[in-house]
């Protein structure tokens, strides 16, 4: 059949036939988890989107051209859909993790199973605040409970964060090539450009000291300081970085709507 042909039949719409037009408007429009359910209400499958709305719009339609039979099954025996919101897509990723794990639901296939865990890891050595991401702690090193997936994405946001409220304020353009983009080594060395105290490495000990704070329950002790440390002079393009990477190493706790 000539692919622009009309087909005689249209698509089924199973899931939108069951929960009508309205629904799909209402979903939001911000980064999230969403399940689909059965008749019964056990969760059929997870996923995470960018946005919620237009990645729920997909499954509206099931096209036996286009999409897979698992799919198409899928869609046929769903009967609901609820979501939670979360505050960015690095949020939604790690929660999407925890759910599969959780649940294992049967038309998912990765990640139902625990992978490597995760860590982010520093320690303070001199003048420097060494950042990396390992399995299990070590010696001589702080860590984090297991992040999972998740690890090396706030790894990235600590690292610009720490650049441009403690290496060197303000001016997130100066950090190395791949850097912003959170292509980084295996460990992070750090310190200030210019120091603001006699002893860089009484410096390098208090930033430890306070993330250790941060994931040990005080993150607004951890926000307020790295906020403060932005210089008044900071464009905005630096303080909406600042803002998205804050809620990336410390995410608020998701909302839920059904």
Same mark, same amino acid.
């Given at each position: 059949?000539?692919?622009?042909?009309?087909?005689?039949?249209?698509?089924?719409?199973?899931?939108?036939?069951?929960?009508? $037009?309205?629904?799909?408007?209402?979903?939001?429009?911000?980064?999230?988890?969403?399940?689909?359910?059965?008749?019964?209400?056990?969760?059929?499958? &997870? *996923?995470?989107?960018?946005? %919620?709305?237009?990645?729920?719009?997909? @499954?509206?339609? !099931?096209?036996?051209?286009?999409?897979?039979?698992?799919?198409?099954?899928?869609?046929?025996?769903?009967?609901?859909?609820?979501?939670?919101?979360?505050?960015?897509?690095?949020?939604?990723?790690?929660?999407?993790?925890?759910? +599969?794990?959780?649940?294992? #639901?049967? @038309?998912?296939? =990765?990640?139902?199973? $625990? *992978?490597?865990?995760?860590?982010? !890891?520093?320690? =303070?050595?001199?003048?420097?605040?060494?950042?990396? &991401?390992?399995?299990?702690?070590?010696?001589?090193?702080?860590?984090?409970?297991?992040?999972?997936?998740?690890? $090396?994405?706030?790894?990235?946001?600590?690292?610009?964060? %720490?650049?441009?409220?403690?290496?060197?304020?303000?001016?997130?353009?100066? +950090?190395?090539? *791949?850097?912003?983009?959170?292509? +980084? #080594?295996?460990?992070?060395?750090?310190?200030?450009?210019?120091?603001?105290?006699?002893?860089?490495?009484?410096?390098?000990?208090?930033? =430890?000291?306070?993330?250790?704070?941060?994931?040990?329950?005080? $993150?607004? /002790?951890?926000?307020?300081?790295?906020? =403060? /440390? +932005? #210089?008044?002079? !900071?464009? #905005?393009?630096?303080?909406? %970085?600042?803002?998205?990477?804050?809620?990336? &190493?410390?995410?608020? !706790?998701?909302?839920?709507?059904?």
């Amino acid at each position: 059949m000539n692919p622009t042909q009309q087909r005689l039949l249209p698509d089924a719409r199973p899931l939108l036939d069951h929960l009508g $037009p309205a629904f799909f408007r209402a979903i939001p429009t911000g980064a999230g988890v969403y399940r689909l359910r059965d008749a019964r209400g056990s969760v059929l499958y &997870v *996923g995470k989107a960018r946005n %919620l709305r237009k990645r729920l719009a997909s @499954y509206r339609v !099931a096209n036996p051209d286009t999409q897979p039979r698992r799919r198409l099954r899928l869609l046929h025996e769903a009967r609901s859909v609820d979501w939670e919101v979360t505050s960015d897509e690095a949020a939604a990723f790690a929660l999407e993790r925890e759910l +599969l794990r959780t649940l294992r #639901p049967r @038309y998912n296939r =990765a990640g139902v199973w $625990p *992978g490597p865990s995760r860590r982010l !890891a520093w320690r =303070a050595e001199g003048s420097q605040l060494h950042l990396t &991401v390992m399995a299990d702690p070590e010696a001589g090193w702080h860590t984090t409970d297991p992040l999972g997936m998740a690890a $090396p994405w706030r790894r990235a946001a600590l690292v610009r964060l %720490l650049w441009i409220a403690w290496v060197d304020p303000g001016r997130i353009e100066r +950090l190395p090539a *791949g850097w912003a983009e959170g292509r +980084l #080594p295996e460990i992070v060395s750090l310190e200030p450009s210019a120091p603001a105290s006699a002893s860089a490495d009484a410096e390098a000990a208090t930033v =430890a000291r306070r993330l250790g704070q941060c994931f040990a329950g005080d $993150p607004e /002790s951890w926000t307020d300081w790295i906020q =403060a /440390s +932005l #210089p008044e002079t !900071a464009c #905005p393009f630096v303080r909406a %970085l600042m803002a998205a990477d804050l809620e990336t &190493v410390v995410p608020k !706790a998701p909302t839920s709507s059904s």
